[in-house]
């Protein structure tokens, strides 16, 4: 499975963005799709997660509210909306594909996300 992130940017606290997560190559053995982040010398970090089967979605606390995790079956294709970001969501994002919430087999190459106060 290959996974291509991309619609990271810079914006001001209140401002929104848009993430996708393009995959491609043996999808079906993948039914979870998540996203995570990570800022410098942080841990990696659970934002949302969400299946391809049921759309069943799944969010960090800090993000429940202000991001919508969703998916576009045909087009192979998981968003991130995030709205009202605070500067405390600067962090590189990472898209992930993974049979499970606890199993995480392929990640994409990140894309950053930086929010001005």
């Known amino acids: 499975v290959q996974l291509q992130a991309s619609g990271g940017g810079s914006v001001q606290a209140g401002g929104s963005l848009r993430l996708s997560c393009v995959a491609s190559?043996?999808?079906?053995?993948?039914?979870?799709m998540g996203w995570f982040r990570q800022d410098p010398g942080k841990a990696r970090e659970f934002v949302a997660r969400?299946?391809?089967?049921?759309?069943?979605?799944y969010y960090a606390d800090s993000v429940k509210g202000r991001f919508t995790i969703s998916r576009e079956y045909a087009k192979k294709t998981v968003y991130l909306e995030m709205n009202s970001l605070k500067p405390e969501d600067t962090a590189v994002y990472y898209c992930?594909?993974?049979?499970?919430?606890?199993?995480?087999?392929?990640w994409g190459q990140g894309t950053q996300v930086t929010v001005s106060s």
């Open positions: 992930a594909a993974g049979r499970s919430a606890s199993s995480w087999s392929y």
């Open positions: 190559g043996r999808t079906f053995s993948s039914n979870n």
């Open positions: 969400i299946t391809w089967s049921t759309g069943s979605a």
